[in-house]
RNA sequence: CGAGAAGUAGCACAAUUUGGUAGUGCACUACAUUUGGGAUGUAGGGGUUGCAGGUUCAAAUCCUGUCUUCUCGACCA
């Protein structure tokens, strides 16, 4: 038991080593000469369709219509909207050059595509009736990261946004959080992770958006990841680009607008809560396969009552049949790295007996079922399996939450233990950017169902917010 | 972007200090024997040493530049 895999570095030792470990040896990406932008391995990229699948279809059911806009944008659309451009401009990708020819305005490779739904929104709203419009897009996008890492920061995104326009404020308003809703239910209940929701402080939200709500996810070593947002955007981007519409009343007015996205970086999200020494740990209900079979032996029968088995399985529960010629332990070994839930083995001393072993991915435990009850033991324990991850990642997320009075604390829990504290803030700006100055922790989001009271942790003023402060990926 | 480390077969590394026929293990191919936690034997295949220049009779090895990866920091919806 001790030395099974030897690829892959201690969790406990080296987090960011193993993190990369997992990613390579999971078979999840791979590099190429293009720094900073992955290739997504088709066992990474099943997962992000299966993400895509089921988000895909919340988006439908809430009437959103997908659509797919340009890649690139000239310079003078990204400088329609002030705080945007000053919020992106650092870090997008300039193309100068058509073929020989010295472009006469350069263009940006998108790095969202707020101002290009606006300039099309422009065109095409024009009454109430229009109102509102519900798109999506599939895409990717770039952003000129210095620093980059598989899935949580790369220069080359692969995403999903969302840009809608509604008739009043409050629409949309109530969309934005609609969509915060849907993120949350969807990595909550598959993605198996636990997220604090909540608003961001001014300093931290999007720029050019009135408000920004945000998914914080803790991984295994106390680190924050931002797994999505949910913009309200008031009518900044409206009046910037002139959308007006006619309304009952026969007035012009501005309509109101929201974006809100989700990344790949889901999928780090999900190495980094689930996975162990032995490699990845995958939520049965985005896993590419959710059962493998393991032949013990290469005698007939067991090969034929493994067929009988799988022919069983409802087709949602997709299944591989590993009959390769390598030895039983090597398989065990690839089926834990790729993080399957479920490993069915089966050899002649199970068949005696009339039965087959199970084995959980995420505990690693064993148990023997009658062959008789197998059908019904696998989806009862897939179901088992995501309840307990999820479970276990929202206790260990919980234990690594603290609720810190005073400004030293803080600057001692920063440095020697992981995870988020929960503090007292005045609002002032300044007392954010000194925690973030002298302790490296940075406000995840505003606390908005705990009740305030007590002083600012920094400056000692009333606090007028309870906030999660933490450091991130 | 700053500091540090690395790049030799798919992977892990040796040969670099002292320039002189590019090697080992795993993986891969074929056959045989195996199969309940990374099997064994035999026989094979695979390389412009990241890339581009330079020095030299001769460069994986020395010099310059560049690209990529990793770690830490800065930056980062």
Request: net charge negative; hydrophobic share 35%.
């Amino acid at each position: 038991m001790s030395k099974l895999v030897t690829k892959i570095t201690d969790r406990d030792v080296d987090f960011s080593q193993w993190y990369t470990d997992v990613c390579k040896e999971a078979d999840l990406v791979a590099y190429s000469s293009v720094k900073g932008s992955m290739i997504i391995r088709p066992y990474g990229y099943a997962i992000w369709e299966n993400i895509q699948k089921i988000l895909d279809r919340e988006f439908k059911k809430t009437g959103h219509e997908n659509v797919q806009m340009p890649m690139f944008i000239p310079e003078s659309l990204l400088n329609v909207e002030k705080e945007h451009v000053k919020g992106f401009a650092p870090e997008v990708a300039w193309v100068t050059y058509g073929g020989e020819e010295k472009l006469e305005e350069r263009m940006c490779v998108r790095p969202t595509s707020e101002v290009l739904f606006c300039e099309h929104y422009k065109n095409i709203i024009h009454s109430y009736r229009d109102l509102p419009k519900l798109y999506n897009q599939w895409c990717t996008i770039v952003r000129w990261e210095k620093t980059t890492r598989p899935f949580l920061r790369s220069r080359e995104i692969l995403w999903q946004e969302g840009h809608t326009m509604h008739r009043t404020s409050e629409e949309a308003k109530a969309e934005t959080l609609r969509m915060l809703k849907i993120y949350e239910k969807f990595q909550r209940e598959c993605l198996a992770l636990p997220v604090l929701v909540g608003r961001k402080t001014e300093k931290e939200k999007f720029a050019g958006a009135e408000e920004t709500y945000t998914l914080e996810a803790m991984m295994y070593d106390g680190v924050a990841l931002q797994n999505g947002t949910s913009h309200y955007f008031g009518d900044h981007f409206a009046k910037a680009f002139g959308i007006q519409f006619l309304d009952e009343d026969n007035t012009l007015k501005t309509p109101y607008q929201t974006s809100w996205g989700v990344t790949t970086r889901m999928i780090g999200g999900i190495i980094m809560t689930h996975g162990d020494n032995h490699g990845l740990v995958l939520p049965p209900k985005i896993a590419p396969i959710k059962v493998i079979f393991i032949p013990i032996g290469t005698d007939e029968k067991v090969l034929n009552t493994i067929e009988k088995i799988a022919s069983t399985l409802k087709e949602e529960i997709t299944y591989k049949i590993d009959d390769s010629d390598k030895s039983p332990g090597f398989k065990f070994a690839a089926a834990e790295v790729k993080g399957i839930p479920i490993r069915v083995e089966v050899g002649l001393r199970d068949l005696e007996k009339d039965e087959v072993v199970l084995v959980r991915r995420d505990t690693l435990e064993k148990k023997s079922v009658k062959i008789s009850e197998v059908q019904t033991e696998i989806e009862k324990l897939l179901e088992t399996i995501q309840k307990d991850m999820y479970e276990r990642a929202l206790k260990r997320r919980d234990e690594m939450i603290y609720d810190v009075k005073d400004y030293e604390t803080l600057k001692d829990y920063a440095q020697n233990k992981a995870g988020f504290m929960k503090i007292n803030w005045c609002g002032d700006m300044a007392c954010e950017d000194q925690i973030k100055e002298e302790t490296g922790l940075k406000s995840r989001c505003i606390i908005e169902d705990e009740e305030v009271s007590g002083p600012c942790v920094v400056c000692g003023k009333e606090a007028t917010k309870r906030i999660y402060v933490g450091k991130q990926y």
